[in-house]
């Protein structure tokens, strides 16, 4: 907010006085809204959504913008996707996009739309939040053709033993790009604890970390729509009982922001 704490504090005091409510009580170290606090929330919340829908109505026609954040492979991957559903509505917007794992920024208003994956296949259960499913995704072992595990592959039943896919290396991220990710397993889903691989490379961004795969003999564990977005070489893996599926969801407030958000409803 570009604001400083007390200046904060002193507005906060201001529209108290004004209303004559408390509209935060403290509970330890954390701050959270009385029913007060939370009824003017609300209502702040409904006005401005009167003031998009008035500047629609009657004011000068401005184009709509859209924030959204999510994981960098998920952005990537399905932001695309959604510009495409709202030019079909007629919807000319512009876009910012904004990385985060979670939910923190829509619930803060710092964004209209979340993309969001869960490892359990059900949506976030926050009380004010809309999730609609916009994919299944599965983790799969990926090389480039010209990699030795890859070459003479013909016939897609032909598969690989974990132990002879163990003794070649692997690129892995070196902070989550592909979501959230179980307490246990690796920033890529895989299970290192029980089929530890050879770390040859770690790369920060989905960029780095595909050339990697393309262009030296390292192998990857990823989305399988990241791997077919990139042409990558899958390679079916024997002996390994684990795997990492995610469920990705587009999630948003339950009050409607912005009119041109119904078009991600159906």
Not at 173 to 200: C, N, Q, V
Not at 214 to 233: G, I, N, R, W
Not at 254 to 259: A, G, L, S
Request: charged content about 25%; overall charge neutral; hydrophobic content about 35%.
């Amino acid at each position: 907010m570009a604001l400083q704490p007390g200046t904060v504090s002193k507005q906060i005091k201001r529209i108290e006085a004004h209303y004559q409510h408390q509209l935060f009580a403290r509970q330890g170290a954390h701050w959270r809204l009385t029913e007060a606090g939370e009824m003017l929330f609300q209502r702040a919340v409904e006005m401005l959504a009167i003031n998009d829908k008035i500047e629609r109505e009657l004011g000068k026609p401005r184009r709509p913008h859209m924030r959204v954040s999510g994981s960098e492979a998920v952005l990537g991957y399905f932001v695309p996707a959604l510009m495409r559903k709202l030019l079909e509505r007629k919807h000319d917007v512009t876009l910012e996009t904004k990385t985060s794992q979670d939910l923190s920024m829509l619930l803060k208003h710092e964004v209209d739309v979340a993309l969001v994956s869960s490892l359990t296949g059900y949506p976030p259960s926050e009380r004010q939040i809309i999730a609609t499913e916009l994919s299944q995704a599965n983790f799969v072992t990926v090389g480039s053709p010209k990699h030795p595990l890859c070459q003479f592959r013909e016939e897609e039943s032909l598969e690989t033993p974990i132990e002879t896919l163990l003794t070649y290396p692997f690129v892995v991220p070196s902070k989550p790009i592909y979501g959230a990710m179980a307490t246990h397993r690796s920033l890529d889903g895989w299970h290192d604890e029980a089929f530890s691989r050879k770390i040859s490379a770690r790369a920060d961004t989905i960029s780095t970390l595909i050339t990697l795969v393309k262009h030296q003999s390292v192998l990857a564990y990823l989305p399988d729509y990241v791997a077919k977005e990139h042409d990558l070489q899958i390679i079916s893996v024997t002996g390994c009982p684990y795997s990492c599926e995610q469920t990705i969801w587009l999630c948003r407030q339950t009050e409607y922001q912005h009119h041109w958000l119904q078009a991600f409803d159906s």
